[in-house]
């Protein structure tokens, strides 16, 4: 699916590996990072990177886990740089106290980041942030979906801290290609699945077993070509 959609990076939700690693898929053409909780413990989460070889090559050191939490940093050309996150935040049934971690986890993230690189936000934050441009302005556009619940709020306010705009709600497109997880039981279909940068909905991504569309975002940048730091 990844190959037939022609995606060079993707944020994998709930891998539920163990510990930390990573695996080359010699003939699929992808390396796939992964971050967990350890072996003994109850692996329901879990996220991971699966990046083409090709760009692997050329990336300067592997993703660096932290919490189930992964980010993957880009030396870009022209003396550029891009920190990508792939995460995985609580449900909105999940405590309290886990949900103030995750924030304060992503909050410490995102506030080590330099301010003139770049940052793509990516993965299942299990939340709604509805449609209320006017509240939110210059965080989420009018073409959001449905309501925000508490969790949503959540995210709305780490987004408002760090300048961040959730784009899955700026371009109009048809509610088939927007919302990205059914619910099980009323089969409604919602978005929770988020991305900093233009993303689009591959309804057709559906030969692997799950119950979420694959997201695609699309932008310009380009890796410097430099040796790759032995892990």
């Known amino acids: 699916e990844l190959s037939r959609y022609n995606i060079d990076i993707a944020a994998l939700s709930e891998t539920r590996c163990a510990d930390e690693g990573h695996l080359r898929e010699e003939g699929g053409g992808y390396t796939f990072f992964w971050k967990g909780k350890p072996a003994n413990n109850r692996r329901v989460h879990g996220v991971g990177f699966a990046i083409k070889n090709q760009i692997v090559s050329q990336i300067t050191e592997f993703p660096a886990g932290l919490n189930e939490r992964l980010t993957l940093h880009l030396q870009l050309a022209n003396n550029l740089s891009a920190t990508v996150i792939s995460a995985y935040a609580p449900t909105l049934a999940a405590e309290e106290e886990q949900k103030e971690q995750f924030y304060a986890d992503l909050d410490e993230i995102l506030t080590i980041i330099l301010k003139e690189d770049k940052i793509i936000l990516l993965g299942d934050f299990n939340v709604r942030v509805g449609w209320d441009s006017n509240m939110w302005r210059g965080t989420i556009g009018k073409e959001g979906v449905g309501k925000a ?83």
Do not use: E
Request: charged letters at 25%; one cysteine or more.
């Open 149 to 231: 619940n508490p969790n949503g709020i959540l995210l709305l306010s780490k987004c408002v801290a760090h300048d961040l705009v959730i784009t899955n709600t700026i371009f109009r497109q048809r509610d088939g290609y927007k919302t990205t997880w059914q619910h099980p039981r009323s089969k409604q279909w919602h978005l929770l699945d988020y991305v900093i940068v233009r993303a689009r909905v591959m309804r057709g991504a559906d030969d692997c077993w799950t119950d979420h569309r694959l997201g695609r975002s699309i932008f310009s940048i380009r890796v410097a070509l430099k040796h790759r730091k032995q892990p």
